[in-house]
């Protein structure tokens, strides 16, 4: 049995909008889960009606098989890291951190055991005595993070607890909380808008778009098994590029050239036959050059982007604007032509109307 279930969950605000449609979750206990997608996609009011601070408006939440529709935050069991990380300013971090367990009036020795090795886990041990003014925002978010994992709690919600830092600390934090989850074991779900915490970060993803679950799997799941377009160009970074066309005689038109689609949609092929295909390949997964069980196709370079462990190459084809990346040694000149192959195994074809893949 799960730990978590979310059965066809759905949130309409009292206004009216509706903005989570059948969500549908089985965690399990300790598993690290995201849910990412873009700006109000429904990540935080889904976080928050799993927290009890949001009404469910259908559907049914359970933990370890109880129905928590109910239940207040408390009774659930969950702590929150939250975006802005208010720390109270005028207490040493220790304070802050020992704060909810002496609300609960636990004994003093007690807390002090917690606080230390909750620090000793965050590496705030020679901080404790600071105020939050005397820390970086890095060190703040620890504290935040200290303060919701001292009480023991079997989920831990973390609300984009990242966006407040810069590029530098937002990298060391990433695996900082990778490395407290695997300490402390705590079936976590952490909201972001960031493809890249996600993929670094989860057991598995949910990727959510308008109020709607595209697709949960892991970070190897989404990457390479994309369900529609918007995962596949959501996951990746610079994302897939697409080609959007109608199928002709077998073959569709990439940037001028008609590419033959009989080896990718094979007994599918006269099934659409006149009909849009979108069709996407990543960046990353072309070769330089022409190559066998490959489209070959060449492209004008418009710009290059020399990031030193590779080179971004923004190409046109026609009216196609694509991005290839290509090991930095090879770096194409601005304005020369540029061959290059897509392995058929590396092409994805999405039907051009559901915009789900075609298998
Ligand atoms: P962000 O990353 O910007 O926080 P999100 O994916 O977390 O986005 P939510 O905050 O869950 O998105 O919001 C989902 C949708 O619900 C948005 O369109 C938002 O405007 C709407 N919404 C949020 N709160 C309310 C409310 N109290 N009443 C009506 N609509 C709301």
Redesign the pocket.
């Known amino acids: 049995m799960a730990y978590l279930t979310l059965k066809n969950i759905n949130?309409i605000?009292?206004?009216g909008?509706h903005?989570?449609h059948d969500f549908n979750l089985d965690m399990e206990k300790g598993e690290f889960i995201v849910f990412v997608?873009?700006?109000?996609?429904?990540?935080?009011?889904?976080?928050?009606m799993i927290a009890g601070l949001e009404d469910i408006s259908n559907g049914e939440f359970l933990i370890d098989g109880k129905r928590a529709n109910e239940m207040g935050p408390r009774q659930r069991g969950v702590a929150m890291v939250f975006q802005s990380y208010a720390l109270y300013p005028q207490m040493t971090v220790y304070d802050n951190i020992a704060f909810g367990l002496e609300l609960q009036g636990a004994d003093e020795d007690y807390i002090d055991e917690k606080v230390r090795n909750t620090a000793r886990i965050l590496g705030l041990t020679d901080y404790l005595d600071r105020l939050p003014r005397a820390l970086s925002g890095g060190q703040r978010q620890r504290v935040a993070i200290g303060r919701a994992l001292i009480r023991k709690v079997g989920i831990f919600l973390m609300?984009?607890p990242l966006s407040n830092l810069d590029a530098k600390q937002r990298v060391t934090m990433r695996s900082e909380i990778t490395q407290i989850h695997r300490e402390t074991g705590a079936t976590t779900i952490y909201?972001t808008?960031d493809q890249t915490e996600a993929m670094t970060m989860a057991d598995r993803i949910v990727v959510?778009k308008d109020?709607y679950v595209q697709q949960v799997g892991t970070p190897r799941e989404l990457y390479f098994d994309p369900a529609n377009v918007f995962v596949a160009g959501f996951i990746g970074e610079p994302p897939m590029n697409f080609v959007r066309g109608k199928v002709q005689g077998g073959k569709l038109d990439v940037g001028g050239v008609q590419v033959d689609l009989s080896h990718k949609l094979k007994d599918k092929l006269a099934q659409y036959e006149g009909r849009e295909i979108v069709f996407g390949f990543r960046p990353e997964a072309i070769r330089l050059g022409s190559h066998e069980d490959a489209y070959v196709l060449s492209a004008d370079v418009e710009l290059t982007e020399m990031l030193g462990d590779n080179t971004n190459v923004y190409i046109v084809m026609q009216d196609l604007h694509a991005i290839l990346k290509v090991d930095p040694h090879d770096t194409p000149e601005i304005d020369s032509k540029l061959s290059f192959s897509i392995p058929y195994e590396s092409v994805y074809l999405f039907d051009g109307e559901t915009e789900k893949v075609i298998k």
């Open positions: 949130k605000y009292p206004n909008f903005a989570v997608g873009p700006s109000g996609c429904g990540k935080s009011t889904t976080l928050r609300d984009e909201v808008h959510m109020g």
